[in-house]
């Protein structure tokens, strides 16, 4: 064999709720140390396949129908949710669940329930959510709830880090933030994986992710049907006109020229 275990190992899932199919013999590997994008639109199944690996599932309604899953080379496939946890797997799902009637300490301290290791790694893990975040010291003992949508974002991050994953499960961190938050959110998880956690993040901001990620799979309905290299897959045609909202230069070239000798069409534009 030789060379390091994939952190996380996706091969030919298929998962659904009920008679719905939302994934489709899905195939993808974060490699040890990386970070990993899943591009998608709306229902492509990208919520479902991050909560396939967390085995919560279930919780949604769905399941696992075949195929497996692996992190460090070990099976996670019927594992409880706690269980993956505890294999150094933790996700934010979509949507900055926070607990809104509890501070901000006490969502942090429920982040690190049921993790391994006595009080110093615990003292150690809120440190380095504090230096992540530090607004989320000077807000400690304020009600989760009265944080702006940024700060909730970063909530929900930090309280999966008190866990100290080795891979976090990112559900479209940037969903619904202004740009100079989603730059914020950006930043960390870059300074998250430079501090050795691997990512897979799952986003509709595909500028943000593919700035982020080394490699990228793209989901449609359920199945990949483009992967590779970040930077190839930001260059591609097809990329750059679905998720990057690039129109196709030659096209748009083809069609000013099309106006510009048109009698109609030109005037219709004079007129404009
Ligand atoms: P979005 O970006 O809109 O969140 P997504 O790519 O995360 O979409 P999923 O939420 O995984 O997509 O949905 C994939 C498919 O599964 C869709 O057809 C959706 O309607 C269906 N689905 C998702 N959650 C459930 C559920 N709890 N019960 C039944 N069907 C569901």
Request: no cysteine.
């Amino acid at each position: 064999m030789g060379g390091t275990a994939p952190a996380l190992q996706v091969t030919d899932l298929t998962a659904g709720y009920g008679p719905v199919r939302a994934l489709r013999k899905v195939s993808l590997t974060v490699p040890a140390g990386a970070v990993v994008t899943v591009l998608g639109g709306n229902g492509a199944g990208k919520s479902t396949l991050l909560r396939a690996v967390s085995r919560t599932l279930r919780f949604h309604g769905g399941a696992v129908v075949a195929g497996t899953v692996s992190r460090d080379g070990r099976p996670l496939d019927g594992l409880p949710p706690d269980r993956v946890v505890a294999a150094g797997v933790s996700q934010v799902p979509e949507g900055r669940q926070v607990f809104a009637r509890m501070t901000v300490e006490d969502n942090l301290r429920a982040g690190a329930l049921g993790r391994r290791g006595g009080r110093a790694s615990k003292a150690a893990a809120l440190r380095r959510v504090h230096e992540l975040f530090p607004v989320l010291a000077d807000r400690a003992r304020q009600q989760a709830g009265l944080l702006s949508g940024g700060e909730q974002q970063m909530l929900a991050v930090g309280r999966a880090l008190m866990a100290a994953p080795g891979l976090l499960l990112l559900d479209e961190p940037s969903l619904g933030l202004a740009p100079l938050m989603a730059a914020r959110i950006a930043d960390a998880i870059r300074e998250i994986n430079s501090q050795g956690t691997a990512v897979l993040l799952v986003e509709q901001n595909a500028a943000l992710a593919l700035r982020l990620a080394s490699r990228a799979y793209v989901l449609e309905v359920g199945e990949v049907t483009l992967s590779g290299p970040a930077d190839e897959l930001a260059a591609s045609d097809e990329v750059r006109r679905r998720y990057l909202g690039v129109v196709d230069e030659d096209a748009a070239a083809d069609a000013a020229r099309a106006r510009a000798t048109h009698p109609v069409l030109s005037r219709w534009e004079e007129t404009r």
